[in-house]
């Protein structure tokens, strides 16, 4: 307890010295130097650094005062050049002011600074620039206007760095195309040629699904898909091997071929399946042979045209002539020797084996006779009679013979 | 009358025959389609000379020579000549060589308008120089020989009447019908000598005897 006096006078002697006057230092910028007490002392340093504060320290624009205090002073603008005459400004607010005057009057603002406002640009343009204009304005000395143009396309020519424009009619193609323009703009008009169609067409330029009307197609390779069958075409696209074409009667298929190259075997075609198969020939007739037709025997073997002259019932020659010898038809005789009145020997074509054989005269003379004389496998000599008293060779008008045998 | 035709005269009417011929036969092939050379081959004969004299003619069978001259390798047709490809003249030497004999002199082949239309005088045809013709002996012969059978036909008919005649007691007629036989017979064997006046063909074709008259 008697320590606790002692510390609580000393704290309160502490405060009371807090709590007396003492000099205060001023610091950073726009700051006076130092604020001042009754009785402080007054140094040159003080005095100097006093004056280097207020003229040099705070003697910048961030800490100048503001001049617009209220909206009547911010809205304050002075004309720099009234009448066409300068008026200077005395003080940094107559400058603020003019130059506000200034931006106002270029921007059309309402106020200076009512930026969010539309500027609006007053004045004039200057006359004698090169304009193009749509009308003829009177005022500009060097326009091109296009009103004073005809009705065309505008062509620009340039003379020396500098364009003039002038209108062209154009060129008008009937059923033809530009295919190109002269330096005037002048088209050249043509038809399209075979060259400008030549090389593919893509698909994309084909516009459309029907081709109506086509002429004659020349050349080129078909690389399109198959024709369909209603169109005339096959609608196959593949030929395989040993196929044929067959109808089923809605389309056209291939139909594979067999092969049926055996001697006892032929093509059949099944028309339910359009299908071809190998059937196996029954057994014929053959041809009879020379030797089987001269039998005479079988009955396995068929006669055929080329062998039936050798049946022994078959005549293997016959003719008919007139008296001179001359033949009027005949088979398998070569000539008729006239050898004299009523003396006519028929040589034959292919002999026969020998001279034993038959043969059947007869002459177209009534009354006259016929008698066979003499007989070789290759002749027969045949004689005429007179039927008269008495005999003598004598013609016939008509000859006829035929003989029968083996050859 | 009598009217000698010479061998030359009948060259040249054989030869203006040919023209014509040739002419009308072209004119008919073209008109009808018909095969020419098959047409034309029925014209040509061959002739020969046989050992006895006479002559002899091979007519070729149309049929063969179309057969013979039908292009090279044509299939044979059965019964006719068995070789294709052959020329006119080829297949008429085929032909030659397989139907006239080998003992055959002066063989040739001719126009079938060269030789006579008359079989009359046929056994007295005979070639010279190439040429058939006939030999004036030789249808003397053969018009000798006609006669003579037509008045042996005569004598027996005479006879036969005679006979019957006689068998009726009719001397008169039988006496008649001798004297007729006694004068064909005498007719008969002036016949020769009659005969051997005639010199051209064309008055032996006609000639007849004077027959006498019969009872």
Redesign the interface.
């Given at each position: 307890m008697t320590m606790r006096r002692p510390i609580a006078t000393l704290l309160t002697c502490l405060l009371l010295i807090g709590l007396l006057p003492t000099p205060v230092l001023a610091a950073g910028a726009c700051s006076i130097y130092r604020s001042w007490n009754v009785g402080d002392s007054f140094t040159a340093a003080d005095a100097t650094q006093s004056f280097v504060t207020v003229g040099q320290t705070n003697m910048i624009w961030s800490c100048l005062d503001d001049y617009s205090a209220n909206v009547t002073q911010m809205q304050s603008t002075v004309d720099p050049y009234p009448t066409s005459v300068v008026s200077l400004a005395t003080t940094g607010q107559g400058e603020l002011e003019r130059l506000r005057y200034v931006i106002k009057k270029l921007t059309g603002w309402s106020q200076w600074y009512a930026h969010t406002e539309t500027p609006v640009f007053t004045g004039t343009a200057p006359d004698g620039a090169t304009y193009i204009t749509q009308t003829t304005n009177a005022t500009l000395s060097a326009e091109q206007s296009l009103g004073a143009l005809t009705t065309g396309l505008l062509l620009n020519t340039v003379t020396v760095s500098t364009g003039v424009l002038t209108a062209y009619a154009g060129t008008s193609c009937t059923n033809q195309f530009p295919r190109s323009l002269n330096a005037s703009g002048a088209a050249t008009c043509a038809s399209v040629a075979n060259a400008d169609l030549a090389g593919s067409i893509a698909a994309s330029k084909l516009v459309g699904t029907d081709i109506a009307t086509v002429g004659t197609i020349t050349s080129g390779t078909w690389t399109g898909t198959a024709i369909a069958f209603a169109q005339g075409g096959t609608g196959l696209t593949t030929a395989l091997d040993d196929t044929t074409l067959v109808s089923n009667g809605s389309a056209w298929v291939a139909s594979a071929l067999p092969n049926c190259t055996a001697a006892t075997t032929a093509l059949q075609y099944a028309t339910a399946s359009n299908a071809f198969s190998c059937g196996t020939i029954s057994a014929g007739l053959s041809a009879a042979s020379q030797a089987e037709m001269e039998a005479a025997t079988s009955n396995t073997v068929a006669a055929t045209p080329g062998t039936t002259q050798y049946h022994p019932g078959v005549a293997k020659f016959w003719g008919k002539w007139n008296d001179a010898g001359s033949l009027l038809a005949s088979y398998n005789i070569t000539s008729i020797t006239d050898t004299a009145v009523g003396d006519h020997t028929v040589n034959i074509g292919t002999d026969f084996s020998s001279g034993n054989y038959a043969v059947v005269a007869t002459g177209g003379t009534s009354g006259n006779q016929m008698s066979i004389s003499t007989m070789v496998a290759g002749t027969v000599r045949i004689i005429g009679w007179a039927g008269d008293t008495p005999f003598g060779l004598a013609d016939m008008t008509t000859w006829f013979a035929v003989g029968y045998g083996d050859q | 009358m009598n009217r000698i035709v010479t061998r030359k005269q009948i060259g040249r009417a054989i030869f203006f025959g040919k023209i014509i011929a040739a002419l009308y036969i072209g004119t008919m092939a073209g008109l009808f389609g018909l095969p020419l050379p098959a047409l034309w081959a029925?014209n040509e004969?061959?002739v020969f000379t046989?050992p006895d004299g006479?002559v002899?003619?091979?007519?070729?069978?149309?049929?063969?020579l179309a057969q013979l001259q039908r292009p090279l390798g044509s299939p044979t047709v059965?019964?006719?000549?068995?070789v294709s490809g052959l020329t006119l003249a080829g297949a008429l030497d085929w032909?030659r060589q397989?139907?006239v004999p080998a003992n055959a002199t002066h063989v040739t082949v001719r126009d079938?308008s060269e030789?006579s239309?008359s079989?009359r005088f046929?056994?007295a045809w005979r070639i010279q120089a190439g040429v058939v013709h006939v030999d004036l002996p030789a249808a003397r012969v053969i018009r000798e020989?006609e006669i003579a059978?037509a008045i042996?036909?005569e004598i027996?008919a005479s006879a036969v009447a005679g006979q019957t005649a006689w068998d009726a007691r009719d001397n008169v007629t039988a006496t008649a019908h001798e004297t007729y036989r006694n004068a064909l017979r005498a007719l008969r064997g002036q016949l020769a000598t009659d005969l051997a006046a005639i010199a051209d063909l064309a008055t032996l074709d006609t000639w007849t005897p004077v027959y006498p008259r019969s009872p």
């Open positions: - | 029925q004969v061959i046989r006479g002899s003619v091979v007519n070729p069978a149309p049929e063969c059965p019964g006719q000549c068995p032909i397989k139907d079938r030789l239309p079989r046929r056994d020989r059978r042996d036909k027996a």
